[in-house]
């Protein structure tokens, strides 16, 4: 019996070694197979996205993990007579200038691999109207007094040979507006906010620069955000940001009134270029000028901080400018609303300095350069964060346009199903 017992005790002890043994075994193998399938899927996911509705909680799932894989909406082209758009380019400015995003998308839109070839399997519909490339004889800006009735013959076009806009009242068609204040269409921002958006023109998906977080009339209408245009080719021109020698501290060159009641009788900038051109013009370490000629982009290339004060509007090409060659932008805009916050995040890349808070500017940077500038540097010196902000012809991906699609396809998933304002 106590043979018996003893063979029984250890056959009960071989028993429980083996399954220690077998549990360890079966999580090494489980672990295996979960880190093959993840590693598999994700591979698969990158190279092909995933087509699911969007009401399953995969795609949020999905797009949590990988923002960028989300699919872009299917956009139809409209074929406008050339009176509303290739007549421009005449002039090739009408390209270039800091308003020739519209330009620039419709562009890439031509060859954007989800253009549209049939208008029924569009998810949106781009009107290609130039209207910031009639310029002025006398001063060479923009005249917009021609910019509503352009428009709006061209509404009166699609609308007239097409079902599409009058279906949505025009909810899912797309225009461009990149001058000061958007669709108001004009210079003055007291003009622009009693003109307000065309009433056409208010149920459509506006791409604007002007963009602030309090309420105005110039935004009502539903609007992507978008950069003012800077050539791609910018980031050619000079050397990579990180081997740039920046001797300058702070660099300006543009309009800056000694006498800011100009002859419109206007107070140009809320006075903010003004008191920087007095409180800093005799200080060795600012490098301003009055106006924009010279070697503009050689100096901000030099430089580590590049102001960027509100104009007439808030927004400024600088912005762009500046991360484009790697210099630091010093927001001076209360209020201002930047394009792509999630792609560029700006509070990393950039310092803001209130309007009120320009006198102490200097000190305000030199605290910057003091404690954390190289971490913002960094930051300012990811390619992805130049690629976000400039208009490639055609569009690449993580380039301004592609961001665009992006926020359509975000207003797509949002506004199913369609109901009229």
């Given at each position: 019996?106590?043979?018996?017992?003893?063979?029984?005790?250890?056959?009960?002890?071989?028993?429980?070694?083996?399954?220690?043994?077998?549990?360890?075994?079966?999580?090494?193998?489980?672990?295996?197979?979960?880190?093959?399938?993840?590693?598999?899927?994700?591979?698969?996911?990158?190279?092909?996205?995933?087509?699911?509705?969007?009401?399953?909680?995969?795609?949020?799932?999905?797009?949590?993990?990988?923002?960028?894989?989300?699919?872009?909406?299917?956009?139809?082209?409209?074929?406008?007579?050339?009176?509303?758009?290739?007549?421009?380019?005449?002039?090739?400015?009408?390209?270039?200038?800091?308003?020739?995003?519209?330009?620039?998308?419709?562009?890439?839109?031509?060859?954007?691999?989800?253009?549209?070839?049939?208008?029924?399997?569009?998810?949106?519909?781009?009107?290609?109207?130039?209207?910031?490339?009639?310029?002025?004889?006398?001063?060479?800006?923009?005249?917009?007094?021609?910019?509503?009735?352009?428009?709006?013959?061209?509404?009166?076009?699609?609308?007239?040979?097409?079902?599409?806009?009058?279906?949505?009242?025009?909810?899912?068609?797309?225009?461009?507006?990149?001058?000061?204040?958007?669709?108001?269409?004009?210079?003055?921002?007291?003009?622009?906010?009693?003109?307000?958006?065309?009433?056409?023109?208010?149920?459509?998906?506006?791409?604007?620069?002007?963009?602030?977080?309090?309420?105005?009339?110039?935004?009502?209408?539903?609007?992507?955000?978008?950069?003012?245009?800077?050539?791609?080719?910018?980031?050619?021109?000079?050397?990579?940001?990180?081997?740039?020698?920046?001797?300058?501290?702070?660099?300006?060159?543009?309009?800056?009134?000694?006498?800011?009641?100009?002859?419109?009788?206007?107070?140009?900038?809320?006075?903010?270029?003004?008191?920087?051109?007095?409180?800093?013009?005799?200080?060795?370490?600012?490098?301003?000028?009055?106006?924009?000629?010279?070697?503009?982009?050689?100096?901000?290339?030099?430089?580590?901080?590049?102001?960027?004060?509100?104009?007439?509007?808030?927004?400024?090409?600088?912005?762009?400018?500046?991360?484009?060659?790697?210099?630091?932008?010093?927001?001076?805009?209360?209020?201002?609303?930047?394009?792509?916050?999630?792609?560029?995040?700006?509070?990393?890349?950039?310092?803001?300095?209130?309007?009120?808070?320009?006198?102490?500017?200097e000190a305000t940077l030199d605290h910057v350069a003091a404690t954390n500038l190289s971490a913002i540097q960094r930051n300012l010196w990811d390619p992805a964060r130049r690629r976000s902000l400039l208009f490639h012809r055609p569009t690449e991906q993580g380039d301004a346009t592609w961001h665009v699609l992006r926020a359509l396809e975000g207003m797509r998933r949002r506004r199913r199903p369609w109901r009229p304002r």
């Amino acid at each position: 019996m106590k043979v018996t017992a003893r063979r029984a005790q250890l056959h009960h002890q071989k028993a429980l070694q083996l399954w220690k043994y077998y549990k360890w075994i079966l999580w090494l193998a489980l672990s295996v197979y979960l880190f093959l399938t993840t590693t598999s899927s994700s591979s698969s996911f990158l190279s092909h996205p995933l087509h699911l509705k969007p009401n399953l909680p995969a795609r949020a799932l999905i797009e949590a993990r990988e923002p960028s894989s989300s699919p872009l909406p299917k956009v139809y082209v409209y074929e406008l007579p050339s009176r509303y758009n290739k007549d421009w380019l005449s002039d090739p400015r009408c390209g270039s200038h800091l308003f020739a995003s519209e330009v620039a998308i419709h562009q890439a839109l031509l060859g954007y691999p989800g253009r549209a070839v049939d208008p029924n399997d569009a998810d949106f519909f781009f009107v290609p109207v130039y209207v910031s490339c009639n310029f002025s004889t006398p001063n060479g800006f923009p005249s917009l007094h021609h910019a509503r009735p352009l428009l709006s013959s061209a509404v009166d076009f699609v609308s007239s040979r097409f079902s599409f806009w009058n279906r949505s009242h025009g909810r899912d068609h797309v225009v461009v507006a990149s001058h000061d204040y958007g669709a108001c269409f004009h210079a003055m921002e007291d003009v622009a906010m009693a003109d307000g958006i065309p009433e056409f023109l208010e149920r459509s998906i506006i791409l604007q620069t002007f963009g602030v977080r309090s309420p105005h009339p110039c935004q009502r209408a539903e609007h992507v955000l978008i950069p003012p245009y800077v050539p791609p080719g910018i980031e050619d021109e000079r050397p990579a940001p990180e081997k740039a020698r920046r001797d300058i501290f702070v660099f300006f060159r543009g309009k800056m009134e000694v006498h800011p009641k100009n002859v419109s009788g206007r107070f140009y900038g809320r006075r903010v270029r003004t008191e920087i051109w007095r409180r800093y013009s005799a200080n060795p370490r600012f490098r301003l000028q009055r106006k924009r000629s010279g070697d503009y982009r050689a100096e901000m290339t030099r430089s580590v901080f590049c102001l960027c004060p509100l104009g007439w509007a808030p927004w400024s090409p600088r912005l762009v400018e500046s991360v484009a060659l790697g210099c630091v932008p010093v927001i001076i805009a209360d209020d201002i609303r930047l394009p792509f916050p999630e792609a560029v995040r700006w509070p990393e890349i950039s310092v803001t300095v209130a309007e009120a808070d320009v006198g102490r500017l200097e000190a305000t940077l030199d605290h910057v350069a003091a404690t954390n500038l190289s971490a913002i540097q960094r930051n300012l010196w990811d390619p992805a964060r130049r690629r976000s902000l400039l208009f490639h012809r055609p569009t690449e991906q993580g380039d301004a346009t592609w961001h665009v699609l992006r926020a359509l396809e975000g207003m797509r998933r949002r506004r199913r199903p369609w109901r009229p304002r």
